[in-house]
């Protein structure tokens, strides 16, 4: 027998064994280990969650447990989540080890705790989250976005310090990956300007890194929010989105550097109201103040072009919280009722449906439900990804993580819960999960 057979005896051994031995934790080798290896008694459960369907690879919002998970109640696995809070290596691992398993039940025991949002669980996030070792190491670097958004999950808003530190932590400021662009996200949402100067500082000229773009064009709408002017000059070579992104942050940070081009671009493609460089020329004119453009921008918004209204509903997921918010959401109001639910109409509709849900109007949940109800996907995934934040495609991306989530309106829960159950598609159910886990965090239902 040659060492290639026997190294390869040896290693399914070692899987056999993997498999069989007994669960083993390092808090007294708490019963409930064993019943979760085993699919059996009160904690059975965790092993179809965390060993079957795989939820703590994918996350719970990608796992088909999602729902269980989200209604978990008073089946919450409190002593076995305390065990496995007890960080036992690097990249957050748990002390917790479980031969089937491996030691990756950290991070899904704090994603069941953001799903629940339990006060219950307050003091294992407090006690968790008081060793700021835990996030300063390099091996955690990119956990730190995860772990903004379990706690955006969960929603206490006495956890933005916490949140604040971890992205800005170090020297210099940690800009590397997106867990500035997650938390000026949730910011956003929870009305906290604590992150005002840190998003100030991404858009340093001195910093040139492809890693950056996330975090400054989370930034960079989390300042056109809090009506900070402060990098409007510097938005043009920093570039933190599309073009057209651009554009409206500009014109809604009062630069009118540009307002000739946009007034030219507005003229030249006069005959062509479907460009989305014309849309966002009238968008940032009219939040300059020019009220020829404002009627214009409405106008197309809400008129019978297909093409050149789907273009300029694109536009209105950035314009959230401007001035002109207020006045699109007066005109949508009058004519979203009327749109059929399918093709470019139904998308159309489905970002205007996103836009008033995200702005408090609870009156378009009939057409939330007819809208999920539509066979056409890209109708639904608009809708989705709109309320999920995570549209792409469009001038305004949040993060991918979902953490731009959710509408401040109460009964939108049920209507998720409803098309989460009847969605087909993967990618349109995790939008919709993913809208559906940071409603509380964002002050609905």
């Known amino acids: 027998m040659n060492h290639m057979t026997i190294g390869r005896l040896a290693t399914c051994l070692a899987t056999a064994l993997l498999l069989t031995v007994p669960a083993v934790s390092h808090a007294g080798d708490h019963p409930g280990w064993a019943e979760a290896t085993d699919g059996k008694g009160d904690y059975g459960y965790l092993r179809k969650w965390f060993f079957e369907d795989g939820c703590p690879g994918k996350g719970f919002t990608a796992c088909k447990d999602f729902k269980a998970a989200l209604n978990i109640g008073d089946k919450f ?89 971890m992205v800005e932590y170090e020297p210099g400021r940690e800009f590397t990956n997106v867990a500035l662009a997650s938390a000026a996200a949730l910011f956003e949402q929870w009305g906290d300007n604590s992150l005002i100067e840190a998003c100030q500082a991404t858009f340093d000229p001195s910093i040139d890194s492809p890693a950056i773009q996330d975090a400054r064009s989370s930034c960079a709408h989390y300042l056109l929010k809090f009506g900070d002017k402060s990098v409007a000059g510097k938005l043009k070579r920093a570039k933190p989105g599309s073009d057209a992104y651009t554009a409206v942050l500009l014109g809604g940070m009062g630069d009118s550097s540009n307002k000739a081009e946009w007034q030219t671009t507005v003229k030249d493609f006069a005959g062509s109201p479907d460009r989305t460089e014309r849309a966002a020329a009238l968008a940032a004119l009219a939040l300059l103040g020019d009220a020829k453009a404002e009627k214009e921008y409405l106008a197309l918004l809400t008129g019978k072009n297909p093409d050149a209204a789907f273009e300029h509903a694109q536009i209105l997921a950035i314009l959230q919280g401007t001035p002109l918010a207020k006045k699109a959401a007066a005109a949508v109001k009058k004519v979203v009722g009327k749109l059929d639910a399918k093709d470019k109409v139904g998308r159309t509709r489905a970002m205007m449906v996103a836009f008033l849900l995200r702005s408090g109007d609870a009156s378009v949940l009939p057409d939330a439900v007819a809208l999920f109800a539509s066979d056409d996907t890209d109708v639904r995934s608009q809708l989705a990804g709109a309320l999920a934040g995570t549209l792409r495609g469009g001038p305004f991306v949040g993060p991918g993580n979902g953490i731009y989530g959710g509408a401040p309106v109460a009964g939108l829960g049920k209507v998720l819960d409803e098309a989460w159950g009847n969605e087909s598609d993967a990618s349109v159910k995790t939008s919709i999960a993913q809208a559906w886990v940071m409603l509380r965090s964002v002050g609905g239902n």
């Open 77 to 165: 696995p409190t002593p076995l989540v305390t065990d496995a809070l007890v960080v036992g290596g690097d990249n957050l691992t748990s002390k917790s080890c479980i031969p089937a398993w491996g030691c990756s039940t950290l991070i899904p025991s704090l994603e069941l705790i953001g799903m629940r949002g339990s006060p219950d669980n307050k003091a294992l996030l407090d006690g968790f989250f008081a060793n700021a070792e835990l996030w300063e190491s390099n091996q955690a670097r990119t956990r730190r976005a995860v772990l903004v958004r379990i706690l955006g999950w969960y929603g206490d808003k006495s956890f933005a310090p916490v949140i604040k530190a």
